[in-house]
T-cell receptor, first 114, second 117 residues
Framework: AQSVAQPEDQVNVAEGNPLTVKCTYS??????LFWYVQYPNRGLQFLLK??????LVKGSYGFEAEFNKSQTSFHLKKPSALVSDSALYFC????????????FGTGTRLQVFP | DTGVSQDPRHKITKRGQNVTFRCDPI?????LYWYRQTLGQGPEFLTY????????KSRLLSDRFSAERPKGSFSTLEIQRTEQGDSAMYLC???????????????FGAGSRLTVL
């Protein structure tokens, strides 16, 4: 079965420092991978996706993610964290081919300290 | 474009009662999705529609759950005979079908939180 794992429940980083939120996946076939962010009392917002092509994907708000097939990872990164980046981040993968269903990870809470 | 709207935002009900949630998607989006999120977990897929057709339904969706999108615009999710285990945030999302399954970007609403006492 397809799945994603987010090994860290929480990531703490100082403002201005680089941040990484980890995601690994397990799929059969070509992975379609996504990152979404959830702010309190707001819906999940799309950050970026990998479907095919360049392994480095650039997304919204200065975030990027690197698709690594050999390590089955899709880590989210940002060179310089902002306090306003503090939120809950979800990695997701397409369930299987020919379906529009996403499987989400359990989420990682990012806390950026001033 | 006012985004995806969900109503009510919070519903408290007693076990055994029926509840209905409404979702108004972005008007030009032809796909609509329902997910459920419990505390400390990521969203879990429930069902999705293309226009008025329900294309897929999760095994999580017991017979007590039913979803409709009668005219291909808004959707309703009804839970009959609610149980305490139904307490969760019910998320609605919409997208434009791109022709590639699983590649669509979902726009989520803020969710409807259900508390079953």
């Amino acid at each position: 079965a397809q799945s994603v794992a987010q090994p860290e429940d929480q990531v703490n980083v100082a403002e201005g420092n680089p941040l990484t939120v980890k995601c690994t996946y397990s799929v059969s076939g070509n992975p379609y991978l996504f990152w979404y962010v959830q702010y309190p009392n707001r819906g999940l917002q799309f950050l970026l996706k990998y479907i095919t092509g360049d392994n480095l994907v650039k997304g919204s708000y200065g975030f990027e993610a690197e698709f690594n097939k050999s390590q089955t990872s899709f880590h989210l990164k940002k060179p310089s964290a902002l306090v306003s980046d503090s939120a809950l981040y979800f990695c997701a993968v397409r369930d299987m081919e020919d379906t529009d269903k996403l499987i989400f990870g359990t989420g990682t809470r990012l806390q950026v300290f001033p | 474009d006012t985004g995806v709207s969900q109503d009510p935002r919070h519903k408290i009900t007693k076990r055994g009662q029926n509840v209905t949630f409404r979702c108004d998607p972005i008007s030009e989006h032809n796909r609509l999705y329902w997910y459920r999120q419990t505390l400390g977990q990521g969203p879990e897929f429930l069902t999705y529609f293309q226009n008025e057709a329900q294309l897929e339904k999760s095994r999580l969706l017991s017979d007590r759950f039913s979803a409709e999108r009668p005219k291909g615009s808004f959707s309703t999710l009804e839970i009959q005979r609610t149980e305490q285990g139904d307490s969760a945030m019910y998320l609605c999302a919409s997208s434009t079908w791109t022709g590639v399954a699983g590649a669509n970007v979902l726009t989520f609403g803020a969710g409807s939180r259900l508390t079953v006492l």
